[in-house]
């Protein structure tokens, strides 16, 4: 019995050795397990916080740069609406009107001439510990811009040729994607390619290019034959109203882009009174209505620019073959066409299109600048005054002509959503003078918007009124309970 009970007591005290050393150890492998969780968890959180403030801080960045040029620092408004890549994709941004996705408004631009920390205190920090060790604040001087402007050049230029390598991809398909077309389109296109561009996003030429000459040969042929039906015939055979009408486009016609001297040219007024006629006898809901003058003018510059070389004040349309004015006109009207079809009741009877964009256009400003809206409530100023030429002629009286084509490269991007959109570019248009606007009383300020100082624009103001046209889409559009009243 002795002798059994003492490896029993052996075997006792052994299981409490391994006991203790197995609850040891298992309490150390739940400690271990315990920490480990706490810093996956970390981690986890960390790793969502810094997600968050990524996204966030490039959107800010954004919102950075436009403050930044607002306040008078001068860097090419380009480098706000390019899409923020690796180089070979440099330089597209995704059309507004085409998609908005937050993976969209992830990629707006986070790579400018001024210190990216400048300003931090006026943007909303999600995470003020996450981002002090990123972003400090630091002082900029003019001889540091400019020390930083060489590089910026060198990376527009790299970026261009980016762009053009990505036009002539998807150019050179089969069948061309539109919506990738689009997308690349809405930053501007390229002169040389305009004139295609244009008629792929208009559907006036087919994506598909082994169709696309006999599509344009037959659609020519078809407006040479209403030419020949409505325009070449004597009065005698045409309505009291559509000899008034044909009267209306001829006196319209010389006054059509008055400063620039190539529309002055006499074939150049028939060509646009015989595209206007046509497209008025085929549309009789509308008929013709005086600002579709000024939206015929972008398609002729750009159709004549495949057959024209240099400055558009050196153009001579005498220089042409009758047969290749012909395939301009209808190239033109066809064009036209296609435009207006998005925006049928802007010139119909009282154009109630205009009215309610107008209407959403003074919701806008509102709700973006409510001093300037307020102060312009108060000197009993309606924004139809003003507004209605811009909606009418789509901004190409405001602005200089050599800016309209680049400016109708967006409109044309975004195709069935332009309508909208135009209440965004408009407001950002606006405001680029709320400054102004707000020391003016009811007199000046009727001037002052009827005669606005654009003149000395470039490229680089046209690329901030989109660049913050788009903005406020992105922020506004999909949230319409910030804009009801």
């Given at each position: 019995?002795?002798?059994?009970?003492?490896?029993?007591?052996?075997?006792?005290?052994?299981?409490?050795?391994?006991?203790?050393?197995?609850?040891?150890?298992?309490?150390?492998?739940?400690?271990?397990?315990?920490?480990?969780?706490?810093?996956?968890?970390?981690?986890?959180?960390?790793?969502?916080?810094?997600?968050?403030?990524?996204?966030?801080?490039?959107?800010?960045?954004?919102?950075?740069?436009?403050?930044?040029?607002?306040?008078?620092?001068?860097?090419?408004?380009?480098?706000?609406?390019?899409?923020?890549?690796?180089?070979?994709?440099?330089?597209?941004?995704?059309?507004?009107?085409?998609?908005?996705?937050?993976?969209?408004?992830?990629?707006?631009?986070?790579?400018?001439?001024?210190?990216?920390?400048?300003?931090?205190?006026?943007?909303?920090?999600?995470?003020?510990?996450?981002?002090?060790?990123?972003?400090?604040?630091?002082?900029?001087?003019?001889?540091?811009?400019?020390?930083?402007?060489?590089?910026?050049?060198?990376?527009?230029?790299?970026?261009?040729?980016?762009?053009?390598?990505?036009?002539?991809?998807?150019?050179?398909?089969?069948?061309?994607?539109?919506?990738?077309?689009?997308?690349?389109?809405?930053?501007?296109?390229?002169?040389?390619?305009?004139?295609?561009?244009?008629?792929?996003?208009?559907?006036?030429?087919?994506?598909?290019?082994?169709?696309?000459?006999?599509?344009?040969?037959?659609?020519?042929?078809?407006?040479?034959?209403?030419?020949?039906?409505?325009?070449?015939?004597?009065?005698?055979?045409?309505?009291?109203?559509?000899?008034?009408?044909?009267?209306?486009?001829?006196?319209?016609?010389?006054?059509?882009?008055?400063?620039?001297?190539?529309?002055?040219?006499?074939?150049?007024?028939?060509?646009?009174?015989?595209?206007?006629?046509?497209?008025?006898?085929?549309?009789?809901?509308?008929?013709?209505?005086?600002?579709?003058?000024?939206?015929?003018?972008?398609?002729?510059?750009?159709?004549?620019?495949?057959?024209?070389?240099?400055?558009?004040?050196?153009?001579?349309?005498?220089?042409?073959?009758?047969?290749?004015?012909?395939?301009?006109?209808?190239?033109?009207?066809?064009?036209?066409?296609?435009?207006?079809?998005?925006?049928?009741?802007?010139?119909?009877?009282?154009?109630?299109?205009?009215?309610?964009?107008?209407?959403?256009?003074?919701?806008?400003?509102?709700?973006?600048?409510?001093?300037?809206?307020?102060?312009?409530?108060?000197?009993?100023?309606?924004?139809?005054?003003?507004?209605?030429?811009?909606?009418?002629?789509?901004?190409?009286?405001?602005?200089?002509?050599?800016?309209?084509?680049?400016?109708?490269?967006?409109?044309?991007?975004?195709?069935?959503?332009?309508?909208?959109?135009?209440v965004y570019i408009f407001a950002s248009f606006l405001l680029t003078w709320s400054d102004?606007?707000?020391?003016?009383?009811?007199?000046?300020?009727?001037?002052?918007?009827?005669?606005?100082?654009?003149?000395?624009?470039?490229?680089?103001?046209?690329?901030?009124?989109?660049?913050?046209?788009?903005?406020?889409?992105?922020?506004?559009?999909?949230?319409?309970?910030?804009?009801?009243?």
């Amino acid at each position: 019995m002795v002798k059994r009970s003492e490896p029993l007591r052996g075997s006792i005290n052994e299981r409490d050795h391994h006991g203790y050393r197995h609850q040891t150890m298992k309490s150390n492998s739940n400690s271990n397990s315990h920490s480990n969780q706490e810093d996956l968890k970390q981690q986890d959180t960390s790793s969502t916080n810094s997600h968050i403030t990524t996204l966030d801080s490039r959107f800010n960045q954004t919102l950075r740069n436009v403050q930044g040029l607002l306040k008078g620092r001068s860097f090419p408004g380009k480098v706000l609406i390019t899409r923020r890549s690796d180089p070979p994709d440099g330089a597209i941004l995704g059309s507004p009107g085409v998609s908005r996705s937050p993976s969209e408004i992830d990629s707006l631009p986070n790579k400018h001439m001024d210190d990216p920390n400048e300003d931090q205190s006026h943007i909303n920090k999600p995470n003020a510990s996450t981002s002090h060790n990123k972003l400090k604040p630091s002082m900029s001087n003019p001889e540091d811009r400019s020390k930083e402007a060489p590089r910026f050049v060198m990376g527009a230029r790299a970026t261009d040729t980016a762009r053009l390598l990505k036009f002539t991809k998807v150019l050179g398909g089969t069948t061309v994607i539109l919506d990738k077309l689009r997308e690349l389109a809405w930053s501007g296109v390229p002169p040389y390619l305009r004139p295609n561009v244009w008629r792929l996003l208009l559907g006036y030429a087919p994506p598909n290019s082994d169709r696309r000459e006999g599509v344009l040969r037959r659609k020519r042929i078809e407006y040479f034959d209403c030419v020949a039906q409505y325009y070449d015939i004597s009065d005698n055979e045409r309505t009291d109203e559509e000899i008034n009408m044909l009267r209306q486009i001829a006196v319209d016609c010389p006054r059509t882009v008055p400063d620039v001297t190539f529309f002055q040219q006499a074939a150049v007024q028939k060509s646009l009174e015989r595209i206007l006629y046509t497209w008025a006898i085929r549309h009789p809901a509308s008929g013709y209505v005086q600002g579709i003058n000024d939206l015929a003018t972008p398609f002729l510059v750009v159709f004549l620019s495949e057959h024209l070389e240099g400055s558009i004040d050196n153009w001579s349309i005498a220089d042409l073959d009758p047969e290749k004015i012909s395939d301009v006109e209808a190239d033109c009207y066809w064009c036209l066409s296609k435009l207006l079809d998005g925006m049928q009741d802007h010139y119909t009877f009282a154009q109630p299109g205009i009215q309610r964009l107008v209407f959403k256009l003074k919701e806008l400003v509102r709700r973006i600048d409510e001093p300037v809206a307020k102060h312009i409530d108060e000197q009993g100023l309606e924004f139809l005054q003003f507004a209605f030429r811009w909606f009418n002629c789509l901004l190409i009286r405001e602005i200089p002509f050599h800016l309209v084509t680049r400016l109708w490269d967006t409109y044309l991007a975004e195709g069935d959503a332009l309508p909208d959109f135009l209440v965004y570019i408009f407001a950002s248009f606006l405001l680029t003078w709320s400054d102004k606007l707000l020391k003016l009383d009811f007199q000046e300020m009727v001037m002052f918007l009827q005669h606005l100082p654009t003149n000395n624009w470039s490229h680089q103001e046209l690329e901030m009124v989109l660049s913050r046209a788009f903005m406020w889409h992105t922020m506004f559009d999909s949230c319409p309970n910030h804009l009801a009243t």
